[in-house]
Each structure stands twice: as structure tokens, then as C-alpha cells.
T-cell receptor, first 111, second 108 residues
Framework: DGGITQSPKYLFRKEGQNVTLSCEQN?????MYWYRQDPGQGLRLIYY???????QKGDIAEGYSVSREKKESFPLTVTSAQKNPTAFYLC??????????FGSGTRLTVV | EDQVTQSPEALRLQEGESSSLNCSYT??????LFWYRQDPGKGPEFLFT???AGEEKEKERLKATLTKKESFLHITAPKPEDSATYLC?????????FGKGTTLSVSS
């Protein structure tokens, strides 16, 4: 079945450490997105990519980086510059015919 | 600036007690209004997309409607399994802009 796979489901980061969240889709969608969700907050856009080898900053890109070397993959790195990284991270992909599909999320906690 | 506001933040219903969730929006040129259901610790699950004022869509006990300034998600005779957070979002030029959601609790 087609879908989006996010891994890991839970991730723990030490102070000053960079961590990478994985997002893979087999839907053949061109566009992919990363959102952050905090308790009581809506989803906020971190980065998006509409085509391979191209990506754009969203509303809260500071302290994050991405790459889009393959159509299927859009990994998100949370760098040490992100001072408050504890949150639930959601990846999505989109095509114009079928709309958006979301992954099951990664919960990142700073320890 | 495009903006989405959902109300109420939380709603408690008895099983069978119908109600509505509101989503008001400001956007320069609506390219679609989306409703999602989200269970705790899970990703959003797609419910409906509406594109023009007057449009309505139904799925089981849920019905979504759209005007030029707001959308309503009507829930008829809810059951405990309808308990979840319901998210509203609008499509801008590049991505979805989300409201903060309404957390619905239905007790038997």
C-alpha cells in the first residue's frame, strides 16, 4: 500500500546534538512538507519541497535543515541551533489530484 | 496575512448530542479548505476538502459546509469513537495553514 513512513516514532536528543528525522513516501508525490506541532498549537510549517533538489523555508525554519535528493525522501535535521526542539513532527506529501497525505509523526524530546 | 481560527478549543458532548465546530478564515483567494481528524500521537487523517461557498460534503455522522468566511463541521448523534481533535486548514500559495484545532470528547 502507498503511504508515508516516518521514523523513528520516538527520538531523544541531548543538548548540543543534531538529530535527523526520516520521511519516506511511495506515493509518487512531487511535493513534501515538514510541520511541527506543539500542545495546544496548530501545525506550523518548517520546510517544504515542491520538486527534487529544491526546497523552501516555511514559517519556523530557524534551527532546522532539510535535503531533497530523491523524490521519495525528505529528511529533516534538527540542529543544536534549535533551542526548543521538543515537539511532535509531521511529514506530509501532496499531489494535486489526491491532496495531502500525512505520516504518523515523530515525537522528539530533549533529555 | 492568511489566518485560520477554530472554536471552541474544546467541546464535551453526550453520546447522541449533536453540535457544530467552527472554522473562520482569512485568505487571499481560497484554494481549498480542509478538515482533518487527529487522534492522540497520530498523524492527521483526511476528512473533507471544500472549494467554494455553498459546498457541502458528508461522511457518516459528519457534514462540512463552507461560506465565504467560515466553515462548519456538523456532527450528528456523535458516538464515543468520534472523540478526537478536529483540525481545519486552508491552502495558500504553497502549503496548508492550520488552525489550533477543536478537541471533541464524547461520553456514553
Amino acid at each position: 500500500d502507498g503511504g508515508i513512513t516516518q521514523s523513528p516514532k520516538y527520538l531523544f536528543r541531548k543538548e548540543g546534538q543534531n538529530v535527523t528525522l526520516s520521511c519516506e513516501q511511495n506515493l509518487n508525490h512531487d511535493a513534501m512538507y515538514w510541520y511541527r506541532q506543539d500542545p495546544g498549537q496548530g501545525l506550523r510549517l518548517i520546510y517544504y519541497s515542491q520538486i527534487v533538489n529544491d526546497f523552501q523555508k516555511g514559517d519556523i525554519a530557524e534551527g532546522y535543515s532539510v535535503s531533497r535528493e530523491k523524490k521519495e525522501s525528505f529528511p529533516l535535521t534538527v540542529t543544536s541551533a534549535q533551542k526548543n526542539p521538543t515537539a511532535f513532527y509531521l511529514c506530509a506529501s501532496r499531489d494535486r489530484a489526491h491532496g495531502y497525505t500525512f505520516g504518523s509523526g515523530t515525537r522528539l524530546t530533549v533529555v | 496575512e492568511d489566518q485560520v481560527t477554530q472554536s471552541p478549543e474544546a467541546l464535551r458532548l453526550q453520546e447522541g448530542e449533536s453540535s457544530s465546530l467552527n472554522c473562520s478564515y482569512t485568505v487571499s483567494g481560497l484554494r481549498g479548505l480542509f478538515w482533518y481528524r487527529q487522534d492522540p500521537g497520530k498523524g492527521p487523517e483526511f476528512l473533507f476538502t471544500l472549494y467554494s461557498a455553498g459546498e457541502e460534503k458528508e461522511k457518516e455522522r459528519l457534514k462540512a459546509t463552507l461560506t465565504k468566511k467560515e466553515s462548519f463541521l456538523h456532527i450528528t448523534a456523535p458516538k464515543p469513537e468520534d472523540s478526537a481533535t478536529y483540525l481545519c486548514a486552508v491552502q495558500d500559495k504553497t502549503a496548508l495553514i492550520f488552525g489550533k484545532g477543536t478537541t471533541l470528547s464524547v461520553s456514553s
